[in-house]
């Protein structure tokens, strides 16, 4: 990676968003819009519906079963376990739900999923399960809320646990979580959102004992609007989205096939470049924790806890400065990050994974994560700008002391 950042701009927000990878704006190229009647485009035009089954539509098809293969490969499942959907919250949803109509019990999920499991967990009457201080979910808490769903309300419809949390980074025992699921409900099927971890993780290892798993290409250098849901073979989900029977029949909907080859591309780099990827992010965001804990005012919100974090997560609790002021100090630095993890209502929402774990309410929280083009230069230059920031804080204070937030 070079020196110097190479737009202009500091990006620590790829937890919310990573740019579109070279392979996968090349794959996904021919399917964006040659027109049928160019001399100069492929000999068969690569516009076609999956669906059909003339020559032009065949050609879709071989590229939608080209990349199902693809994907199915890098998530350690069959291709007709990878159903295709329109990112992680339609995958999320769709497992939870296990589609229309929706399984019989109520769902459990721990308390500090992404809004698009929790959403629809609440919606359904579902329960929370309590996690620790570090936001890894609490095994005993989710026996006790197995049993007494058991005993109260008919049964539990899934369990969904995330492999590693947006916002913290910590990640999941699923095999451990497997387990409890197996004993306290025993049949239940287990879902994992693995957004998040899929761009860092080998997710056929770490999310191999659950039934349904997650994953959005646009976390790991796909294109947005495209991600997919393993459903493995003998777990049964029915569509949210009823149409024209694709998906073999588990989600309806013309396929959107350059989004779907793009993923597959960058599934495809992310996975063959991981191990090095993993290694080369880690010694970056640990020189970017070093850095930062030596500021005045700066912790760390897992504390000296060694619980496992995603490569590129760093989370840290900031004194004297509210959360969305720090953010805009720091983009006058051409530094963009988050307070929380990012949906439509920015940093200003609470965040409940904070509350879960009991973090301190009157501290900013600042998430910073790296990822892929990252480098040296944008280490040092988060550290420069958030000591710049505290001090342009701590200057304004009438008596020279920072604001606190009350
Ligand atoms: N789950 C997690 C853990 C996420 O971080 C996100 C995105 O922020 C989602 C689900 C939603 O994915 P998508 O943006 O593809 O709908």
Same mark, same amino acid.
């Given at each position: 990676m070079g020196e110097e950042p190479a737009c202009g701009w500091v990006y620590v927000d790829n937890a919310a968003t990573t740019a579109l990878s070279e392979p996968a704006r090349a794959a996904m190229e021919p399917f964006?819009? !040659?027109?049928?009647?160019?001399?100069?485009? $492929? *000999? %068969?035009?690569?516009?076609?519906?999956? #669906?059909?089954?003339?020559r032009i539509a065949r050609e879709a098809t071989r590229a939608l079963d080209e990349a199902r293969e693809r994907v199915a490969e890098a998530l350690g499942c069959? $291709?007709?376990e990878v159903v295709f959907t329109s990112g992680g919250t339609e995958a999320d949803n769709l497992a939870v739900t296990g589609g229309l109509p929706v399984r019989e019990g109520r769902p459990v999920c721990s308390a500090v999923e992404h809004p698009a499991v929790l959403g629809v967990t609440r919606a359904l009457g579902g329960d929370l399960v309590a996690v620790d201080r570090t936001g890894r979910v609490d095994l005993d808490a989710l026996a006790e809320v197995l049993d007494l769903a058991a005993r109260?309300?008919?049964? %539990? #419809?899934v369990v969904s646990v995330m492999? &590693? =949390? =947006? *916002?913290?980074?910590t990640i999941n025992d699923i095999d451990a979580v497997a387990a409890v699921v197996a004993e306290h409900s025993p049949g239940t099927p287990l879902h994992t959102d693995a957004v998040q971890a899929a761009p860092w993780l080998d997710l056929a290892e !770490? &999310?191999?004992?659950?039934?349904l798993v997650s994953v959005s290409a646009h976390k790991l250098g796909g294109p947005k609007g495209t991600g997919a849901l393993v459903v493995r073979s003998g777990t049964t989900v029915r569509p949210l989205l009823h149409g024209g029977g694709q998906e073999r029949n588990r989600r309806g909907g013309t396929h959107d096939v350059a989004g779907i080859v793009g993923f597959a591309a960058a599934l495809g780099e992310a996975v063959a470049e991981r191990e090095a990827r993993c290694r080369r992010v880690a010694a970056l965001r640990d020189d970017l924790r070093s850095r930062l804990v030596s500021i005045d005012g700066v912790s760390l919100t897992? +504390?000296? /806890?060694?619980a496992p974090v995603l490569p590129g997560h760093l989370h840290v609790l900031v004194e004297g400065v509210v959360g969305e002021e720090l953010l805009l100090l720091l983009e006058q630095r051409r530094i963009c990050a988050s307070? &929380? #993890? #990012?949906? /439509? /209502? +920015?940093?200003s929402a609470p965040s409940h994974v904070l509350g879960a774990i009991g973090a301190e309410a009157n501290l900013a929280p600042l998430r910073l994560s790296l990822g892929s083009s990252s480098g040296p230069a944008d280490v040092r230059a988060v550290a420069e700008g958030l000591e710049w920031a505290l001090r342009r804080v701590g200057d304004r204070g009438a008596d020279g002391a920072r604001r606190r937030v009350t």
């Open positions: 964006l819009g !040659v027109a049928g009647n160019r001399t100069d485009g $492929p *000999e %068969v035009p690569l516009f076609g519906n999956p #669906s059909g089954s003339h069959a $291709p007709g109260t309300h008919g049964g %539990v #419809s492999t &590693a =949390n =947006n *916002e913290l980074g !770490v &999310a191999g004992s659950a039934q897992l +504390g000296d /806890s060694d307070a &929380a #993890s #990012s949906c /439509s /209502s +920015g940093a």
